[in-house]
């Protein structure tokens, strides 16, 4: 070649073959650019959808088809046929590429739930697209991730987060939790543990309670942001599942450790610890702690912190729901004007502070705007530009304590407030949970995305925002008397 007679290399051949085919493609890419360009000539036929239907057909038919998959059933002698195209299974998926190497006819064992789906499942490789069911999300997603098709396992995973709270007879984030757990998805687990964490009086009274794994139940027990109506509450729902699924001692002395004694009223303390089969059988492993909650109950807060070390889980309140810790808060019509609410919570979960009651203040605006953004009156602005700067504004909600300079020695008052949506069939479903760092009082970024403007808003339930404020006290540690 002519190349080769003024006596260039073959590395330098390639490279010039490199070179040109670059330039081919800058030029075909100017070219088609200036074909597009401004002329109004110009228009694009588009008929994406008929070669889909076509790709369809191509399977449907088995036109031409190059690949025969054998899906086996595992545990039957169930077998389906489907006529395939290598090109097509191999463009998707790598894990079919390396099957259909050097063979045409692949036998699969699948079990039953992703037998059945295979044909969805093959037809949305050739034509991108699939219809999704709540209860056939786990064995799809079984499939995208064994034949890597990662779209496929992200759009289900994406599918999954999203509908944790849609209605199914049995209950279905327990189980997504331990396939996630499984397929080792940290993002779906986390978006699980959040659901059944901020919904937990509604999974403890399910079907699905009994169904916790051993792991999931320890996870779940070391959580502050549990939301439910108090610890007893969790007591004997955490004393049900024990006696319906009889773990390991050890997990059983783990979990009867994870409840936070303390914040049970003395007189419950002293009836579960008569009535309840479980302590009672394992009293020997709690026992120090609940001896130490009747002494936390028995002394201020300041003078237990002098003795005990408070700076532990077992002083954290989580988010319960009872009257003593907060109150709930519907608000009609969010947007249209400023609105409070004065509410009671006891001092701290000591009975030794059983009569202190406090006052709190909450105020919500819909549209509050800082002082330096404010229109002034004087100014000559027009009623438009003036609305204009009220839609600016951000909802924000403050709650204070009716007594200025409220100051206990040893604890702070920690604000929680739970924003709740609706899900199907009218079910309450905690959507947000703020905290409120104890240095301030009010809730920052609250609602920032809320759009409550919108009578369609997500946020709204027949038009009210429905909000629950939690006080916590928090105990802080002393200096220790020795
Ligand atoms: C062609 O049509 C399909 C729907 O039929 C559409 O999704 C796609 O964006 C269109 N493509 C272009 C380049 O307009
Ligand atoms: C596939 O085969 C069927 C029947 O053999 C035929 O009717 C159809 O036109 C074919 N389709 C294509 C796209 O070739
Ligand atoms: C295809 O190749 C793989 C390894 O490269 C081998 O394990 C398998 O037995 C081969 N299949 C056939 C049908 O030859
Ligand atoms: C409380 O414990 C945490 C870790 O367990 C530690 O980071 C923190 O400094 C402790 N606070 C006090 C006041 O001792
Ligand atoms: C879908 C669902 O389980 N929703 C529940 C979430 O929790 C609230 C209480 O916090 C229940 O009322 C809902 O039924």
Redesign the pocket.
Known sequence: MELQDIGLGKTRQTRWANVLSCLLLVLADAAHKSDLGTDASTTIINHSSMLIYRLQDLLQNGNSSDTTLRVQTINSDEVKVIHAHQLLLALQSDVFEGLLLNQSVVTLQEPADCAVLFEKFIRYLYCGEISVHLNQVVALHRLASKYHVAALQKGVSDYMKTHLASESTQGHVVSWYHYALRMDDESLQESCLKFLAWNLSTVISSSEWVTVSDDLMVSLLQRSDLVLQSELELFSAVEGWISKNNPDVPIIEKVLRSIRYPMISPSHLFQIQKQSTVLASYYASVQDLLFQAFQFHSASPLHFAKYFDV??SMFVPRNYLSSSWGSQWIINNPARDDRSLSFQTQLGPSNYDTTKKITWNALFSPRWLPVSLRPAYSESVSGAAQSNRLEEGKPRLVVTSAVSGLDFAGVTFQKTVLVGVRRQHSKVFVKHVYNVHQSTDEVYDFLLHADLQKRTSEYLIDNSLHLHIIIKPIY??LVKAK
């Open positions: 700076n532990c802080h540690s």
